[in-house]
């Protein structure tokens, strides 16, 4: 009894932690189909801060999750945080939009911490555009503030990662498919025969191999073989020596080399 729990505890936080996917932790403003993959696409960035610095006329710097409390901050997907260390949320993950295009993804957060003055202090808004780039390892970057007007302000920021580059094909050609599968051909036929020769047949030496009869037969047959295409000339006919006295007829020549002087 004991035991099995012990065993099957693990189990089965396992088989959940599988199924509770962490966007899940993200609530969808209106929610769609496609918002919801598009969330879902992001799984794999989630459960990580993502850092970056803004240098103004002072220095911020802003911490990023996808749907799970960023900086530690309990609902805050994206935080501010100023010199002194006070965290100011920029966007709620329980106010989350999510639109996909072909290899990005607009993650926005509504619902941050109001405005002090400004933007008519309306609640801080996050954009992050999150697109694919096959050589960034995930680089977060803050693009900047918009919050000169009066309504519908933003922070915009970009994360470029390889999560959502659409994924490519085998990279492997038919050409090296087909190596492959001779080669493994090659490696079974060698390991099956020489235990087959060694332990059934109990050859020793380099009659191990399999078929070793046959093998070097093949490789004498194609030793003539060759010795008979590249060879055949001299095999079979004498250099002949002396050959433009004795084997020319003469005068023939020099009327052909004065073909190439006629004029055309
Ligand atoms: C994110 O940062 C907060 C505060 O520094 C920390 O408590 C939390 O464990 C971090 N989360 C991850 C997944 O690193
Ligand atoms: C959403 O987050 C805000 C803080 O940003 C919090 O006040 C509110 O209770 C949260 N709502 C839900 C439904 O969790």
Not at 62 to 69: A, E, K, M, N, T
Not at 87 to 104: C, E, F, M, P, Q
Request: aromatic share 10%; proline share 4%; net charge negative.
């Amino acid at each position: 009894m004991f035991l099995s729990v012990r065993i099957f505890t693990p189990l089965f936080v396992l088989l959940a932690g599988v199924q509770a996917k962490r966007t899940d932790n993200c609530k969808l403003i209106s929610p769609s189909e496609s918002e919801q993959n598009a969330l879902s696409l992001l799984e794999p960035l989630t459960n990580q801060n993502f850092t970056a610095e803004q240098h103004l006329h002072e220095t911020y710097s802003y911490i990023f999750q996808v749907c799970g409390d960023a900086g530690g901050v309990k609902d805050a997907g994206l935080v501010q945080k100023d010199k002194a260390g006070k965290l100011v949320s920029v966007g709620s993950y329980n106010k989350t939009r999510a639109i996909k295009g072909s290899d990005w993804i607009l993650l926005i957060y509504e619902g941050g911490e109001s405005y002090d003055g400004h933007c008519s202090k309306e609640a801080r808004k996050a954009m992050i555009m999150i697109s694919c780039s096959k050589s960034a390892k995930n680089d977060f970057s803050v693009v900047l503030e918009d919050n000169k007007k009066q309504v519908d302000c933003y922070y915009l920021f970009e994360l470029d990662t390889d999560v959502l580059c659409p994924a490519n094909p085998s990279k492997l050609s038919g050409g090296s498919i087909f190596l492959i599968v001779v080669f493994s051909c090659l490696a079974v036929y060698l390991t099956g025969g020489f235990l087959y020769q060694r332990l059934v047949v109990g050859a020793k030496g380099v009659e191990q191999f399999p078929n070793y009869a046959f093998w070097s037969q093949i490789g004498n047959l194609s030793a003539d073989g060759c010795d008979f295409v590249c060879r055949s000339r001299g095999n079979r006919e004498e250099p002949p020596t002396y050959r433009g006295v004795a084997t020319e007829p003469l005068g023939e020549e020099p009327e052909e080399r004065d073909d190439h002087l006629l004029p055309m």
